[in-house]
């Protein structure tokens, strides 16, 4: 994924501001960044999902905007906010995914019985998706961004609101799926799982990357966490707040 200059504002308030980022392939790239840093606009606009007012974004050769059809097909997403076919069960909308991208019938039953498996969705689950738990909602967002085995998958917060087990399940999942030569791109603010899983970080922050490159290189001799509120910087408590509580 190659990401030059994108900038997006939402009326007056400038949410990304000239973003460029390099995700290698076969890199398992973490982008990091407090509340409102602007990581969700900067994978929308990366994936097709929001179109940016200056710049370009690049998918494994494609340009999403001027090719979507190539880059998409190429690409798995899970987006931020799980805007999906929510009024289905989980292996309706799996099925509803596949057949959307031109999948045949037969593939799409035999990869979805072994993604609901897998994920511990469970494949006679006709719990429509609007009534599953958060953390269900992830796992089966992401059964729909892998199910077309696409060869870079771009999740927003894949690890918010999912238990520990399912969250363990979740990286030994991405975690293979590099090992077989696939591409990740990540958001995230837990430290903890990115300093475990990445081999590339970016830290961003007012619509701005501060920091990006390999994670041995950002890191140094010192914590993840150390880094991100350096370059992120925080409020330092003076003790005398909320004296009242
Ligand atoms: N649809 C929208 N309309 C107006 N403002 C928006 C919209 N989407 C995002 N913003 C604003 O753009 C900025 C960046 O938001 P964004 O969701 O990209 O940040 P983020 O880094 O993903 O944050 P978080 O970690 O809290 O999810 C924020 O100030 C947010 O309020």
């Given amino acids: 994924m190659s990401l030059r200059g994108l900038v997006k504002h939402f009326d007056t308030r400038l949410a990304v501001s000239g973003v460029s980022l390099d995700v290698p392939a076969g890199s398992f790239f973490g982008l990091l960044g407090p509340n409102g840093a602007g990581k969700t606009t900067t994978l929308s606009m990366a994936v097709g999902l929001l179109r940016p007012d200056a710049g370009q974004a690049e998918l494994l050769g494609y340009d999403v905007w001027r090719a979507p059809a190539e880059a998409k097909a190429l690409v798995g997403v899970l987006p931020d906010g799980m805007r999906m076919f929510d009024r289905l069960s989980g292996p309706e909308l ?136 350096q370059v992120v910087g925080g409020r330092v408590a003076t003790g005398s707040e909320l004296a009242w509580l």
């Fill in 94 to 229: 799996l099925a509803y995914h596949g057949l959307l991208r031109g999948m045949p019938a037969a593939t799409v039953d035999q990869r979805a019985v072994e993604l609901l498996d897998v994920l511990e969705i469970g494949n006679g689950n006709r719990t429509l998706v609007v009534d599953y738990s958060a953390g269900m909602k992830k796992k089966i967002g992401l059964a729909c961004a892998l199910l077309h085995a696409p060869r870079l998958l771009v999740l927003d917060e894949p690890f918010e609101a999912v238990d520990p087990v399912s969250g363990a399940l979740i990286r030994d999942i991405l975690q293979r799926y590099v090992s077989g030569g696939g591409t990740v791109v990540f958001s995230s603010h837990v430290l903890e799982v990115v300093e475990r899983l990445c081999t590339h970080v970016a830290i961003m922050s007012d619509g701005v990357v501060r920091m990006q490159g390999p994670l041995t290189e950002i890191r140094g001799d010192r914590t993840l966490s150390d880094v991100f509120v």
